[in-house]
């Protein structure tokens, strides 16, 4: 069972536009949800996170939308550049010092010039 | 500059052959995790430790077990290798109480011929 879904799996976008990823989750325990960009070959890292108790987080070009009610979010990242090509990965947890994240499946973003 | 670190970074054995991946960090880190990534399947939790000697299994067990002897390092042990064992394994470490981001490791390239 997939608690946390991702979509698409994989998107092509230009330079310039904005790239928008989409994120669902089942759990309703679930409170914190970071997102982890992984270029190819290396190891994941965390990019930005939300809480339960926000809708909307922005860091520079990126920014979670949090949607409680229908359990979805989406990660936008604005003037997409293509050093942002890398598959980016919802994930989800408690929160609470023995909390361990549930990850998507993510989705591979390449950025065209 | 937080590091977390992996041994071997590649690694080749046959079907039958016990295997032994190593990870550490410098940070101090109470919590420390072993998760595979498989194309399409995001990272999968194998094992957390809590703290030394204080382990957890995560969602797919099974073929694995660990070990933690010092707070620093934590160790992932395949008894009798398996063909669908192979997969990229990552370690990753967090600050338990302090924050929910989880520092990756380089991950280690394992094949079971």
């Known amino acids: 069972q997939q608690q946390v879904r991702q979509s698409p799996q994989s998107l092509t976008v230009w330079e310039g536009e904005t790239t928008i990823l989409n994120c669902s989750y089942e759990d309703s325990t679930f409170d914190y949800f970071p997102w982890y960009r992984q270029f190819p070959g290396k190891s994941p890292a965390l990019l930005i996170a939300i809480s339960l108790v926000s809708n909307k987080k922005e860091d520079g070009r990126f920014t979670i939308f949090f949607n409680k009610r229908e359990k979805k979010l989406s990660l936008h990242i604005t003037d997409s550049q293509p050093g942002d090509s890398a598959t980016y990965f919802c994930?989800?947890?408690?929160?609470?010092?023995?909390?361990?994240?549930?990850f998507g499946s993510g989705t591979k973003v390449i950025v065209l010039p | 500059d937080m590091k977390v670190t992996q041994m071997p970074r590649y690694l080749i054995k046959r079907m039958g052959e016990n295997v032994l991946l190593e990870c550490g960090q410098d940070m101090s880190h109470e919590t420390m995790y072993w998760y595979r990534q498989d194309p399409g399947l995001g990272l999968q939790l194998i094992y957390i430790?809590?703290?030394?000697?204080?382990?957890s299994e995560g969602d797919i067990p099974k073929g694995y077990r660990v070990s933690r002897k010092k707070r620093e390092h934590f160790s992932l042990i395949l008894d009798s290798a398996k063909t669908n064992q192979t997969s990229v394994y990552f370690c990753?470490?967090?600050?338990?109480?302090?924050?929910?981001?989880?520092?990756f490791g380089p991950g280690t390239r394992l094949t079971v011929l």
């Open positions: 430790s809590y703290d030394v000697d204080s382990n």
């Open positions: 990753a470490s967090r600050r338990t109480r302090v924050s929910y981001e989880q520092y």
């Open positions: 994930a989800a947890s408690e929160t609470g010092f023995a909390s361990a994240l549930t």
